[in-house]
């Protein structure tokens, strides 16, 4: 899960396991068949066939949870009209015993189950937080004859709690809507797909989406990324962001080295309508060849490529860990009664602590960002427990009052994987950090071998250095807080004071701009002195500011004009469409930027210089 300037916002699915490691006993797979052809009330209807079984009764199960998500999800609530049938089309007695299980009866007979799928982006009102609510890039879109969001969780089910056998879907749709996913296709026909794999796992590990087509593809290292894009009023095209894309992959795959050997890898974007009954839970979700992605369609090209950055580089850094590191817990998920891991601050965190430590490594971004960018971290985590075990809360995170840090992951446990990185450099004089240890413990352990949960502070230790070990249990499974400056202190960093661009609409988090609530337009205040951006403009109290750069703002999309407007640089070129007085009228002028004082983390210590270097750049 990824948690950024919507920082409430993002989340990431990880995928990596089935429910019980069972041995496959019966060659022939279930299948299941998806009809995005003829949508009843906005429903997919679902036909599943299962292997034969001699039992009198047979349980059937939709996921209550999914890897990564950790929360409890309920996907069963979104199904229909169940019903169970034998070869002779006789409906079977079922019983629906939970939210997502269903008991068939006389399953010696059993034939076939139907049901219908309702989709969650119709009903999401929040964040993809809130109660009852499920994460965006979690969920499902259905919009008959546009898009269809297959997150394959949402549609197809498990029987007899085994989900370790072979699975065939078969998706019949539309000719001119082309499914994107890293799953290969083994029928050639352009209006039904055939997708054959090992297991239940490989199905919630590869989301489709089916759209017109609006694609890329390239190259790294050996590896083909495809990246779809779905926007529904072609705002954006894939070709449009693909540059922010494509460098952003090609930078981690240098900042990785030989750590990973995926040949494919798939990249799903979906733009939502968020004025409209569409998604709004903003963020990504990670597979093993694959993330998902959901953005608002109102976002600027600039500042949605910037998300992508940020945000996908999140999803491709879970490559290391969990999908290559990772405890039994995750190996051997149960869908319906989950066991949760302990080391959230290594899946979560030091995943985290990559995506922002790659961009300054490979010169995305300055020392003076990434230094903020920790600050921010520092200052979101004071907000959080800061004496609750990390392990205790990642291990309890379904439930409160554990659940309620769980965006803590991203703030403390990137600052978590930050500090061993540091002790290490200092331990090692420069020559190795935490990506060493990762690439050691991914070599030890790798995709189909967990670790216990228990034994994994003394593996880290035997890899690293005692200081390492006794961090580990003093700050991640203990209780003590962390005092970031004595580990900045290490590589040079200290407090101090520098000038930094202030953003346009801001002054101290205080707005130049409000809301009238009638209308829903932006004015400019009448309270405060305006700065340097409103006067080089000419623009006053009172005036309602109705575009920028010809893209229009109100109410609805204010926050995509803030988080724009810190892209600007002084002296851009900038148009803003007015109404003074009743009267519409554009301006034509630059961007002029104020400079705001801020205390943050400098390099103050030049003798560290080379450690600080190393750490940064090494």
């Known amino acids: 899960m990824k948690n950024l300037f919507i ?45 034969k079984t001699t039992k009198e009764e047979m349980i059937f199960q939709i996921p ?47 034939s076939q189950v139907v049901y219908f799928v309702n989709d969650t982006y119709d009903i999401e009102k929040g964040s993809g937080f809130g109660k009852d609510e499920v994460f965006s890039p979690a969920g499902s879109n259905i919009l ?37 996913t890293s799953l290969t296709d083994a029928d050639k026909s352009n209006t039904v797909d055939v997708y054959n794999v090992n297991r239940y796992f490989d199905l919630t590990d590869n989301p489709i989406m089916y759209c017109k087509p609006n694609f890329e593809t390239f190259t790294v290292d050996g590896m083909e990324i495809l990246f779809s894009v779905y926007s529904p009023n072609n705002v954006h095209t894939a070709k449009s962001l693909l540059p922010d894309l494509e460098k952003m992959m090609r930078a981690q795959k240098a900042f990785l080295g030989p750590i990973n050997d995926n040949k494919k890898y798939t990249v799903l974007l979906y733009l939502s309508e968020s004025n409209k009954r569409d998604a709004k839970g903003f963020g990504a979700l990670e597979h093993h060849t694959c993330t998902s992605v959901v953005f608002p369609e109102a976002m600027p090209t600039d500042m949605l490529g910037k998300q992508i950055i940020d945000v996908v580089s999140h999803e491709f850094f879970h490559i290391v860990t969990p999908l290559s590191i990772h405890s039994k817990e995750i190996q051997y998920f149960d869908y319906n009664n989950p066991k949760m891991s302990e080391h959230l601050w290594m899946y ?44 205790e809360m990642s291990k309890n995170v379904l439930v409160k009052p554990y659940k309620d840090q769980y965006l803590n992951v991203y703030e403390k446990g990137a600052l ?63 209780t003590t807080p962390i005092d970031y400056d004595f580990y900045f202190a290490k590589v040079g960093v200290g407090k101090g004071k520098s000038m930094v661009p202030a953003n346009p609409f801001l002054k101290d988090q205080k707005p130049y701009i409000t809301i009238n609530p009638t209308t829903k337009e932006i004015m400019v205040v009448a309270n ?18 109705l575009a920028i750069n010809e893209v229009n703002y109100n109410l609805d999309n204010i926050y995509e004009m803030v988080m724009e407007s810190q892209n600007w640089k002084q002296d851009d070129a900038i148009s803003v469409k007015i109404k ?39």
């Open 64 to 110: 209550k949870t999914v890897p990564g998500t950790y929360s409890a999800d309920n996907y069963g609530k979104y199904i229909d009209d169940f019903k169970a049938f034998d070869a002779a089309n006789k409906e079977l007695k079922v019983e629906k015993t939970d939210e997502n299980t269903w008991k068939i009866h006389n399953a010696k007979t059993l």
């Open 416 to 478: 978590i994987g930050m500090c061993i990185d540091i002790i290490i450099r200092e331990k090692s004089n420069g020559e190795r950090g935490i990506l060493d240890v990762m690439k050691k413990l991914s070599k030890e352990y790798g995709m189909n071998k967990p670790f216990n949960d228990d034994e994994l502070f003394a593996k880290i230790t035997t890899l690293t250095y005692p200081e390492v070990g006794q961090f580990l249990t003093t700050h991640v499974s203990g």
């Open 580 to 618: 003074r007085d009743g009267k519409e009228q554009t301006i034509n002028g630059k961007v002029k930027v104020s400079l705001e004082e801020v205390e943050g983390y400098i390099l103050i210590d030049q003798s560290k210089q080379m450690l600080n270097q190393a750490w940064l750049k090494g």
């Open 7 to 51: 920082t409430a916002l993002l989340v990431v699915v990880t995928c990596n396991t089935t429910a019980f490691a069972q041995k496959q006993t019966n060659t022939v797979p279930v299948k299941a068949i998806l009809d995005l052809n003829n949508i009843q009330d906005d429903r997919v209807k679902v036909v599943m066939i299962p292997q």
């Open 528 to 545: 405060m002195e305006l700065n340097d951006f409103f006067k080089n403009l000419n623009i006053k109290a009172g005036d309602i500011i």
């Open 144 to 180: 008959k004859d546009k898009n269809f969001m297959i997150n394959n969780h949402c549609f197809v089910g498990y029987f007899d709690g085994n989900p370790d056998v072979k699975y065939s879907l078969t998706v019949n749709h539309p000719a001119d809507l082309f499914g994107s």
């Open 348 to 391: 979560e965190g030091v995943t985290e602590y990559f995506a922002n430590l790659f961009q300054i490594n490979q010169g995305l971004i300055d020392q003076d960002e990434f230094y903020q960018r920790m600050l921010g971290k520092i200052s979101n985590a004071a907000r959080m427990n800061d004496i609750m075990s990390f392990t």
